[in-house]
């Protein structure tokens, strides 16, 4: 049987493309044609090394765990080590599917015109074969992947959290509670419920020891308090229900900015309220504060690598 290499190269580019493509949905990776084509191509020469057996090294393990980092890292160009490692693995996971299941169909239809040679497929099937399984292994890969993250736990759903009043930032961690809808029934900006001892650095001390004073009206000695001058202009008071108290406050200030990071980008919104809780959520201090999912799609969303992680 006559093979002809470029056949056996643009085949190997297509499926390559297939796999690298279907690891970028998986990821949500800001996806360049361009730069998965580069990385297809890069391991479709790997193939021909391999079948024509020139350089018989390449064909080691070694050799093939360095082509995967290479055809990751120029696919996607992680930013982080981090995110590197993750991408690397949902790229194996991929094709571990995708090889299955053309291994599946190669039984199922038994070409006869196909064979392997030096753990290269070639024949007259494999671009039939590579479109087919494709389809199936990416339906496979979505369905799993969406199961996956309807089983999501507490820990995989808490974020590094940054809050900035004026001028000055602490960051803790906060759990995302996609029931939480509280916001600021004036502005209309989202609530972080963020416990009091953690706010101690950017809101002063006579503001956060007397909460309950200042929700019922009682600032007649804290009125000449410079610093409680300060931030009064930015005192909100958030309505709300919860478990065993109907019709509660709490007192909220606004925020200069908050970010939420997210793998290695930051969502970023200035338009939000920081409702200062008097107690604890944890007993073990997992997290310090709660946001609603509308603190993920309002805001900007800057690209900026995490420096501190959770």
């Known amino acids: 049987m006559t093979i002809y290499l470029d056949i056996v190269f643009f085949e190997n580019v297509f499926m390559n493309y297939i796999i690298i493509f279907a690891t970028g949905v998986v990821i949500k990776n800001d996806i360049k044609k361009i730069r998965i084509l580069l990385g297809s191509c890069i391991g479709a020469v790997y193939t021909i090394v391999m079948y024509l057996n020139i350089i018989p090294i390449y064909s080691n393990f070694i050799m093939k765990l360095i082509l995967s980092f290479a055809i990751v890292y120029i696919s996607f160009k992680p930013k982080t080590f981090k995110k590197f490692i993750k991408d690397l693995i949902i790229f194996y996971l991929v094709s571990f599917v995708f090889g299955g299941c053309v291994f599946a169909l190669m039984y199922f239809l038994k070409p006869q015109m196909a064979q392997i040679k030096n753990g290269v497929f070639v024949g007259a099937y494999p671009l039939k074969v590579a479109l087919i399984g494709g389809i ?3 339906a496979i890969i979505q369905i799993s992947f969406k199961i996956v993250k309807m089983k ?5 759903m808490i974020y590094r959290v940054e809050i900035i009043i004026n001028g000055k930032t602490i960051s803790i961690k906060g759990l ?3 029931g939480n809808s509280l916001k600021d029934p004036i502005s209309g900006f989202p609530v972080i419920v963020v ?6 650095s950017v809101i002063p001390e006579k503001v956060l020891n007397n909460i309950n004073k200042i929700i019922g009206g009682e600032t007649d ?8 001058n300060e ?10 229900s919860s478990i065993g108290k109907q019709n509660g406050l709490l007192l909220g200030v606004k925020a200069d900015s908050v970010n939420i990071i997210l793998d290695e980008k930051m969502k970023s919104n200035n338009k939000v309220i920081i409702g200062i809780y008097d107690k604890s959520f944890t007993k073990n201090g997992m997290y310090s504060a709660i946001f609603g999912l509308d ?3 309002g805001g900007n969303l800057n690209e900026r690598i995490a420096k ?3």
């Open 152 to 156: 999501l736990t507490k820990k995989d």
């Open 231 to 240: 931030i009064i202009s930015r005192f909100r008071m958030i309505p709300f």
């Open 221 to 228: 000695e804290l009125i000449e308090d410079s610093q409680f």
């Open 136 to 138: 199936i292994a990416y």
């Open 195 to 200: 416990e009091h001892k953690s706010l101690y």
């Open 295 to 297: 603190m993920l799609e």
């Open 176 to 178: 995302l509670d996609t």
């Open 308 to 310: 501190v992680k959770v």
